[in-house]
Nanobody
Framework: QVQLVESGGGSAQAGGSLKLSCAASGNIFATCRMGWYRQAPGKERELVSNIKSDSTTTYADSVKGRFTISQDNSKNTVYLEMSSLKTEDTAVYYC???????????????WGQGTQVTVSS
């Protein structure tokens, strides 16, 4: 069974910083991609950023230049450093991972439980 455990959420002032972490555990053979989505009240879940196993990154336009994603492949962990936070960054942030559990299997998609990020003015 795969688990994605998130940490680092909380509250910050506008202009401040927070760092999220997500560690994948279980019988993981390979990681295809890990990343973060967020969902604000009344809005659909959206991609924030992801990173492939070859370190290729993707960012939503709204966070480019402010958020940085990174990974530690040896720990199956992905990080999201958020700076210059805005009130509109307030949301539940969900870790997402595409993982292969056995040799020869394609990667499957997994969600974390979510962590609240609240940015106040």
């Amino acid at each position: 069974q795969v688990q994605l455990v998130e940490s680092g959420g909380g509250s910050a002032q506008a202009g401040g910083s927070l760092k999220l972490s997500c560690a994948a555990s279980g019988n993981i053979f390979a990681t295809c991609r890990m990343g973060w989505y967020r969902q604000a009240p009344g809005k659909e879940r959206e991609l924030v950023s992801n990173i492939k196993s070859d370190s290729t990154t993707t960012y939503a336009d709204s966070v480019k230049g402010r958020f940085t994603i990174s990974q530690d492949n040896s720990k199956n962990t992905v990080y999201l450093e958020m700076s210059s936070l805005k009130t509109e960054d307030t949301a539940v942030y969900y870790c997402a991972a595409e993982l292969a559990l056995y040799v020869g299997l394609l990667c499957s998609f997994y969600w974390g439980q979510g962590t609240q990020v609240t940015v106040s003015s």
